[in-house]
């Protein structure tokens, strides 16, 4: 038991407190998870529970766009069809929400292969064009069956997730850092378990090499668009049953641009650039929103937030700070804190003395 605790400290220190930034990630779940204890406004609750669950959402579209390259100005249709098909299934079957939510996110994962059809034969804006018609396509459709789709007013009344502000907080925040952490996952080049990352990747710099290498990409991106329809659906569930309904709004076409904007704004291909994206805008436009002439003026704060980051940070926030604060080691790849001289493995020189370092360890060699 003894050893196991050293072996559990020792893996903590080396593998989270010697990366910045997993140190940030922790403080930035600590600060979730203690909010409810610094604060007890309903409005804050609110904001930040709505944030988490289009944190899932944006992120849901890195997986997709972000890491494979699949082009998708769409994406609000697996979040609707999730939110759509959770709200039937309570309203009409009376089914309890942990039944409603994860068969909502299997509806998401089968539009998603529906959806992920047309990828296989088309590529970059076409594809963008083509995914960008399925949520107008889904929308006609509740309002030609609004005795079954409530229409334009949508699905309402539906099961709350819990009695408690607080207790849905905690719900949704446990299930968006899950999340999150199986997306991370599923889409790390680096991983020992899984390939799935170093080929959405190789997918995403060149196709045809890939195929050429003997790599299934037709099954890979449909991996892609199932993964990110189960996710986005997660998201269309949680937010169906915590705002009490299912409406046509989640179609309309800012609502598939808003993760776009988010993880641009945040970085693609991170996971968590999405997540810092929709935490900073989204709770930003919320608060513009209940200010004087906040509805009016809003949109234009965000689009003026929006130029300037792409002007100065054009790989996106969380890069540009992850190159302030972490170095990579170009001998063992490991990272270190910038600040580091030496890399905390191999103690290989990091800065500038580094390529000297490199150069003279290749010549000894020859």
Known sequence: MTLDIVWLFRWFQESVMAVPGRVVALIFILFLFLLPLITTDPSA???ITLTSIFALYAASWDVLSGFTGQVSFGHGLFFGVSAYTSAMLNKYFLLP????????????ILVGLIAGIPALRLRGFYLGLVTLAFPIILAGIIFVFPDVT???VGIYGLTRLSG???LNYYIIVLIMICSLLIMYKLTDAGSKFLRTGLIFRAIKEDEITARASGIDTMKYKLVAFGASGFFA???GGLYAHYMRVAGPSTLELFFSFSPILWTIFGSMATIYGPVAGTFILFPFMEIIRFSRFGEETRYIFFAF???LFLIFMPEGLTVWVRDKIEIKCQRCKLINIMTRKYCR????PLHMEEENY?????GGTN
């Open 358 to 362: 490199l150069i003279k360890e290749k």
């Open 97 to 108: 929400v942990w039944v409603t939510i994860p068969i909502g996110s299997f509806g998401g």
């Open 233 to 235: 659906g997660i998201a």
């Open 164 to 166: 408690s502000p607080t």
């Open 45 to 47: 609750l609110r904001i």
């Open 150 to 152: 409530g229409g334009e």
């Open 345 to 348: 493995a191999c103690r290989a």
């Open 305 to 307: 937030i929006l130029i």
